[in-house]
């Protein structure tokens, strides 16, 4: 056969099965190779005689026909390894009959011809490779690492060449491997080598595709900043995407979902890569000028619900504010603080609850900077929050009502005293402190992008961990955490305590209600 050779032999581990084993493997790829000398390795160190192995067939497992084919994969320990092989050749069925009356026969010189066998270079001893099995088996791991690493940067390969691909569901599917395969794996060499590429696909399918291909590629263009870090190549990629981001954000014909996704995007990249002031006061002057128009709606009709648009960029540049120079915020307070608390009386309790986050964040901006900051109609803006806080009127819905209590107490106690409720993240053997605004508003934006990868980015990415202040990624091995893990009961105590106390902090805001004690 054409690009395979025939690896055949006598299988005596166990003495079941007395057949002929077979299989074509493509030599072609460097991982066939490899693995089917590993197969032969392992079966002469658990053979320990010199005789030589079968091979297993394709997806781990013998071709034989009965229990005596698996019997002898087991009695070799091979189960598991894989084989990309073209076609199995098909092996009789073996029963007792069978075996009683066909002969064994004999491994012979003229089976071993060029056409029919594969070539080993050489084979160590079988009593040197017993004497070693801690060695041994750290090779085999090794080897076997190597191979799951080589499987998965060639499906990453795929996905980035189905980008190009015409059929839109294919670029789709492969947009979302590799948003997937961003958030939960650090890979930083893969995407250096590749980066020009994948901000072409990602610029490609911005402009050509749909509204759900348009949003999948500007996660991944976010997410592409992210495994890049602060550094000059997502620096580039960041100005390569702007202009786009940029059309698609003022294009009031493209649907608001892609315009949603652009803002949030643009304002990650720009977080990420951003090293000059003019181009982060440029992206804050791109998201500002969308938000801003509910000023002008809210101060003409109250109770106006805003375009979902607007409490997306909103939030945007609230995220951008967090790494905004002191240069550019005294404009910042003059404009804003005087024009945000009218979005409180808005219809939609995102746009209340965003406008209250990003006055909290402002207030606690102006007194790290200014120390002797204060702000005219405090009266009026807390007697609003108050309202808010305690909101419980039953044309909302009960869960806006829920949201809209728990967000609104945490605003007033910044602006009122300034003080912040910190929370606890845990991840691994480390926890991080939420301790005020800037960070929040950041770790929810991470947060949201990066899904259930938050953890392990915070644990193993050198940026995310400097964003949070948490130092370089720990080393730990398997032993140091499985120590440290917390077992069932002492996270149960430990909620319980959290929700006791946390109730009792909240009963300090809730409405007092009549005194039964005056009716008995």
Known sequence: MRGGAMVSGWCS??????????????????????????????GWETMGRRERPHVVLAKGRCSAVGVAGNTCV?????????????????????????????????????????????????????TSLADDGTETDQTVEDLDEETSQEDYDYKLRGFIDSTFDKSAKIRLLALEGLKSAFASKL????????????????????????????CV????????????????????????????????????????????ACATNLAIC????????????????????????????????IGVSPAPLDISTLAAWTLLLTICPASLMKKIFEIHLTKL????????????????????????????????????????????????????????AKTDRKKQRSVFRDVLKTIEDGDFDPETITFGPECMYIDSWVKKRT????KELLASGIRFHLQANEFVRSVFELGPPLLLDAATLKAT???????????????????????????KRADIGEYI
Not at 223 to 247: A, D, H, N, Y
Not at 360 to 384: N, T, V
Not at 443 to 446: D, I
């Open 270 to 301: 720009c977080y990420v890569a951003a090293d000059d002031i003019e181009d982060l006061h440029l992206t804050m002057t791109y998201l500002e000028s969308i938000f801003t128009a509910s000023y002008q709606k809210q101060d003409k009709t």
């Open 341 to 396: 608390p009218c979005l409180l009386s808005c219809g939609d309790v995102d746009m209340r609850i965003a406008a209250g986050e990003t006055l909290a964040l402002l207030f606690e901006l102006s007194r790290d900077i200014y120390d002797d900051f204060e702000y005219e109609d405090m009266e009026l803006l807390c007697c609003k929050l108050k309202g808010l806080a305690t909101d419980g009127n039953k044309y909302r």
């Open 74 to 126: 087991r009695g070799l320990g091979i189960c598991g390894v894989n084989i990309v092989g073209r076609k199995n050749v098909p092996v009789p069925d073996i029963s007792k009959a069978g075996r009683q009356q066909r002969a064994v026969q004999p491994f012979s010189d003229e089976d071993a011809s060029v056409e029919t066998m594969s070539h080993c270079s050489s084979f160590s001893d079988p």
């Open 217 to 260: 590629a500007a996660q991944v263009a976010s997410l592409l900043c992210i495994q890049l870090g602060s550094s000059i190549e997502s620096e580039e990629v960041f100005k390569s995407l702007r202009p786009i981001f940029k059309t698609i954000l003022t294009d009031k014909s493209v649907c608001v979902q892609t315009r949603r």
């Open 13 to 42: 581990c166990c003495g079941g099965c007395q057949a002929r084993f077979g299989s074509l493997v493509d030599y072609n790829s460097r991982r066939a190779a490899r693995q089917t000398a590993l197969i032969l390795w392992r």
């Open 187 to 214: 890979l930083y060499d893969f995407i250096l080598e590749r980066r020009v590429t994948l901000t072409d696909s990602i610029e490609r399918c911005l402009k050509k595709g749909k509204s759900e291909e348009q």
């Open 485 to 511: 893990k917390t077992s069932r009961v002492e996270r149960h105590f430990y909620n319980s305590a959290v929700c006791k106390a946390r109730t009792k902090a909240r009963n300090k805001f809730r409405d």
């Open 443 to 446: 770790y929810e934006t991470f």
